[in-house]
């Protein structure tokens, strides 16, 4: 009898401290492991590396139908960081074919394993941690201890990953930059969408005209919507949906402005926010920077909702602007035209709305990022 082929094994290390716990409630567990559930449909079979100490994380693992290690022995997290690689040897894991890491934060234990398995490592990013650190501006000893750490994960991921996943080329571009010389074997992968549960619904089923999803702090830029909101006028309504040290700043501005703007304090499940996605006209994002494709705007875009965003770093790549969307410098009065015009001219809405759903399918689509995902998975 000739043996079954055995198939190739993905090996994905999740981000340091990061467990399926943690994705479960962030509300992102079902979306953020799809991608691994239909690799294993196409003969790839995936193992999550967590930082899960509990054994909730086998039962997730289980409810996915993924296998999982995980923290079982409750060491500390750096200590299993550390020994994570050896801790794997003693595992019997055969035909391993790719080692990945999901963020740059925590790179280390997946570029050792691979070495030691003498595998490709691939490196998945969008998420710069240096860029992101130098934006921020929070300084203090903590801090800086961990601008190190994260400069040494970046730093293995350029130099010594196989391959390197991208949302776009101005990541690939900032890392350039930065390192002068940068791994060259570069793929090109944006975050995706369920454009099966997000769809659109007709116009008149949206009862309201402008929607924000954010963190409220100042990378997300909430103020600069609020200046842009309010010179819209009154007969505008709205929703924003965010938790944040700003929260009681805009609770502030919506009611000193009495703006019609219903304001969800609270941090809500994936799924809970495509019937707010489908009852809103226009989806504004403000944010000055973005780790890749900001998900929030593709989701928009598969509910057939038109998008206005600021031209920061990580979001112009995802609108192409006057097609799908418009994107917009950080100015309140440039924003809130782009705002109105989608809300009065019915047929520059209409081409809009059909072209950002058209978008969402070809290019983030599940079926378009894993088509892409084994195309390169094959390659190396």
């Not at 060491?75 to 740059?104: A, C, D, E, M, R």
């Not at 234990?109 to 929070?138: D, H, I």
């Not at 293995?156 to 930065?178: D, H, N, W």
């Not at 989806?283 to 875009?301: D, N």
Request: glycine fraction near 6%.
């Amino acid at each position: 009898m000739i043996p079954k082929k055995q198939n190739k094994q993905l090996v994905l290390f999740f981000t340091y401290g990061v467990s399926l716990a943690i994705w479960e409630k962030a509300g992102t567990l079902g979306r953020d492991a799809r991608l691994y559930q239909e690799l294993q449909k196409h003969n790839i079979d995936v193992l999550f590396v967590t930082y899960g100490k509990s054994r909730r994380e086998k039962e997730l693992a289980d409810r996915l139908g993924i296998s999982i290690f995980y923290n079982k022995w409750h060491l500390p997290t750096f200590l299993y960081y550390v020994f994570l690689p050896v801790l794997l040897l003693f595992q019997s894991y055969k035909n391993i074919g790719w080692i990945k890491s999901h963020q740059y934060i925590g790179v280390f234990p997946a570029y050792v394993y691979a070495r030691l398995k003498k595998v490709s490592y691939v490196a998945r990013g969008g998420y710069l941690p240096t860029y992101f650190f130098a934006k921020e501006k929070r300084y203090s000893l903590r801090r800086w201890l961990k601008y190190i750490f994260v400069s040494i994960d970046e730093w293995i991921v350029v130099k010594k990953a196989t391959v390197i996943c991208l949302p776009s080329k101005e990541e690939e571009e900032y890392l350039q930059r930065k390192y002068t010389t940068c791994c060259p074997n570069i793929v090109y992968q944006p975050n995706w969408v369920d454009t099966d549960t997000f769809f659109p619904l007709p116009l008149a089923n949206k009862k309201k005209d402008i929607l924000f999803v954010g963190r409220l702090e100042s990378q997300k830029r909430p103020l600069l919507f609020l200046d842009a909101y309010k010179k819209i006028g009154k007969g505008v309504s709205g929703t924003l949906v965010g938790t944040g040290s700003l929260a009681s700043t805009v609770s502030d501005i919506i009611a000193d402005n009495d703006l019609s703007l219903h304001f969800l304090h609270n941090r809500l499940p994936n799924n809970d926010l495509i019937p707010i996605y489908q009852s809103h006209k226009v989806y504004v994002l403000t944010s000055s920077y973005e780790g890749g494709s900001a998900k929030t705007v593709l989701e928009a875009m598969a509910c057939g909702v038109p998008v206005v965003v600021t031209n920061g770093f990580g979001l112009a790549a995802t609108v192409t602007d006057g097609y799908d969307g418009f994107v917009c410098p950080p100015d309140p009065d440039i924003l809130a035209k782009k705002i109105d015009l989608l809300l009065t001219n019915e047929s520059v809405y209409t081409r809009m709305s059909e072209h950002a759903r058209s978008t969402s399918i070809q290019k983030f689509s599940m079926q378009a990022v894993l088509k892409n995902e084994l195309a390169w998975l094959h390659n190396y």
